[in-house]
């Protein structure tokens, strides 16, 4: 990868708080700090990152107020959370860029002030000072289009809310100002929005993705990998697991988690399981599962809190992906290779899925109420019948295509390299 010469430059990175987004932000961190730039984190202080794991960057944490405001901190009410988040930490961003520009050596400077695209505030700060913002977009590119065309179609099924309306217009006028965006995206994914962003988009694009796989980067996991599940995949045969998860975000019923048991108990298949703190509310989650099932199921299936995703998608032992379709997953499997089932739950997971069961054909959906006759069948199509095999030869297909995007001439590659020509 090509690097910057002597000249020593500091990038300054905003990180809006959730884990699908602090992992692609740091991610990219890795990339910039690969090629010689110095790196400083501001975050609010809800979901603050662990420094630790990046020794190499420096982390500021900024008030948020977040309390304060009597924001509702629960990942459903997002929209107000963000609208809060740009509220408040405006002024402190600006007070902590003005005492790094105070202390800066005469030889440094600041190159450009990246922001996740939900905290289009950087912008006008980035402005006030005179320094060029560059908005990071942690979503496919496709989800662009509602920020740069004033109609686009509408790809997911809800209506927006006022809050939501306010933040796609806010972040709409900081994208117009910026200097460029970065997408955690490859080219050939998505060729049509590209193209249509580049006749709309006043700032140039830059095609980096998927982030993890350019720079090898620490995790930034919020929650305690649980290692045991390697180990556990480790005893499994090549391609018989399907690992099952729904981000960080995404909440199920109690009914739900008992269907899905059954029909993973059912389908006869090994599986990894994630049930993280959360997911189903007013519950731990496992305490739902029957005695029945665990009996039934024994070593077959191995259940944890929070799995080591990216190494377990890359495990030889793993075949399929049960997904809800966040686009750090579905980047994370399409670079290993392993063809997904999609239950989208919220927002732009429902064009994601679309990418991937209608477009790039690596998936199949699971639509309607999760129905463990249901799940029980769409996972031996999957795993086991003809159809999935096509689907996982396509997947492995898209993987080959990936690595090229990376390497040297690749199209990734080439835009991380044009982008540090562009910003220097
Ligand atoms: C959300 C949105 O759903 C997503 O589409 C958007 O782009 C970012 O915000 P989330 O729902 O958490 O993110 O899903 P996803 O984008 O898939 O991100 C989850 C991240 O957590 C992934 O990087 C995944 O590797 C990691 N993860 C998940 C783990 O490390 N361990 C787990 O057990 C589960």
Redesign the pocket.
Known sequence: MEKLGEQASRLVLVLYP????I?PMLQLATIFHSKGYSITIVHPEFNSPNPSNHPQFTFISIPDRLLESKVSLSPGDFMSLVLALNKNCAAPLKQCLKRILDEMHPYERIAGIVYDALMYFAQTVADDLGLPGISMR??AAAMLLFAVIPHPDQAMSENPTDAMSEVRAAALNATKRSSAMIANTMDFLEEAALSKIKEYSPAPIFTIGPFHKLAPSNSS?LLK?DAYCISWLDKQAPKSVIYV?F????SLSKQDIVEIAWGLANSEQPFLW?I?PGLVLGSEGTELLPESFQEKVGERGCIVK?????EVLAHDAVGGFWT?C????TL?SVSEGVAMLCKPCF???FL?MRYICYVWKIGLELDNELERGKIEGAIKRLMVDIEGVEIRNKAMDLKKKAEICLREGGTSYSSSNEFTKRIL
């Open positions: 959730f884990q699908g987004h992992n942690p979503t996991s990998e998860s981000g960080s975000m995404a994630v993280r929070w799995a080591p995703q990216r809800h966040g686009w750090n997953s994370e927002g732009d997971q994601n």
